[in-house]
């Protein structure tokens, strides 16, 4: 009952003054929890019940144990039970951040561990996969296009990615609710351009992260019948600023050998974009290579590689390494190992 009353004190509103003065006592209370650990003891307070029922088991158990053995029996494993269902809370809460479980005793015994034992990083894929499900929540729960903008932009700067996940489809239907489809050509929403541009690399970045990983993947499958039905047959998408990445996708999910006409004469991205996409053209190459067999990379590729390589100004060495690195897999080298997060100087000294 003080919590509550102490948190409807808090709660309440002035209802006169200038709203320069009801903003500065509101930051008197706010100041005031945070110098007076107001969070401290509002967690305590459920500790005090707690301590009480354990109390009250345990004199009642030895009451009753002089009067009738079988009741206290009884009272004696249900609080026994209450005792270790409790202690597996707190161990499990301290054990991860996060457990939903969470109570003071598992912060302070986190608190401890962390004094005594070095705290261990989470892996690259942990931390990718957090991302990854941040990202998809952020799409889905959001329909503010400049929420999407960023949050698509901070998508395609990720180069490893996590296990397969539904990122693919939500990159699509934005990406289609950003233009207007018509026979063979497509418009895009006034003041969208840039976001379908993005939504559009973010696309092809999945795509090939899923053709490299698990090409049978029941995702890409659901995705390429969803694709058929908004883009039935051949379609131009010259015109607009990401007509190449999104002639790679048309190819890749209507799974037609036609890449005439994929060209790459008069292809100048911004440095963002060709990072991107020479990155996912590494794993597009082997994924061809295997799949024909070891028989040759597709053209298209390598055109990509050798367009790239003597433009002035010269890429990034990350460019080039991918490039240099697509090649060689032509070749028949193994650069198994030279994926795009090793450093550039070593995936020169593998190719």
Request: with cysteine; glycine share 6%.
């Amino acid at each position: 009952m003080l919590g509550k009353q102490w948190l409807n004190r808090y709660a309440s509103t002035d209802l006169r003054g200038t709203a320069i003065e009801r903003s500065q006592n509101r930051q008197r209370k706010l100041d005031g929890i945070v110098a007076w650990y107001f969070d401290h003891v509002m967690e305590f307070l459920p500790l005090m019940l707690q301590a009480a029922l354990l109390l009250l088991g345990c004199a009642l158990s030895h009451y009753l144990w002089g009067i009738n053995v079988t009741v206290a029996s009884v009272i004696i494993g249900v609080t026994s039970l209450g005792v270790i269902l409790y202690i597996v809370l707190v161990v499990s809460g301290a054990a991860s951040e996060s457990c939903p479980y969470q109570t003071p005793g598992s912060q302070a015994l986190r608190c401890l561990s962390r004094r005594i034992l070095p705290a261990t990083p989470g892996s690259d894929g942990e931390t990718t996969a957090l991302d990854i499900r941040c990202i998809l929540w952020m799409l889905q729960t959001s329909l503010d296009k400049t929420v999407h903008l960023s949050t698509l932009k901070h998508f395609t700067t990720m180069v490893a990615l996590a296990n397969v996940d539904p990122t693919l489809v939500d990159c699509f239907d934005i990406f289609v609710g950003c233009i207007k489809v018509g026979s063979y050509s497509i418009v895009v929403v006034e003041g969208l351009e840039e976001l379908a541009a993005v939504s559009a690399l973010g696309l092809f970045n999945t795509i090939s992260h899923l053709l490299g990983t698990d090409p049978t993947s029941h995702v890409l499958g659901d995705l390429r019948q969803r694709y058929a039905k908004v883009f039935p047959g051949f379609f131009d998408f010259h015109g607009h600023r990401f007509h190449r990445v999104m002639t790679v996708v048309h190819s890749l999910l209507t799974q037609s050998r036609d890449h005439w006409s994929i060209g790459w004469s008069d292809y100048k991205p911004p440095t963002h974009e060709l990072t991107i996409l020479s990155h996912n053209l590494i794993t597009l190459a082997r994924f061809e290579y295997q799949r024909t067999e070891q028989i040759n990379v597709p053209g298209w590729i390598l055109r990509f590689a050798f367009h790239i390589l003597p433009l002035d100004p010269p890429p990034p060495t990350s460019v080039v390494a991918d490039c240099l690195s697509i090649i060689a897999i032509d070749l028949g080298c193994d650069v198994s190992n030279a994926g795009p997060t090793i450093l550039s100087d070593e995936r020169y000294a593998c190719t």
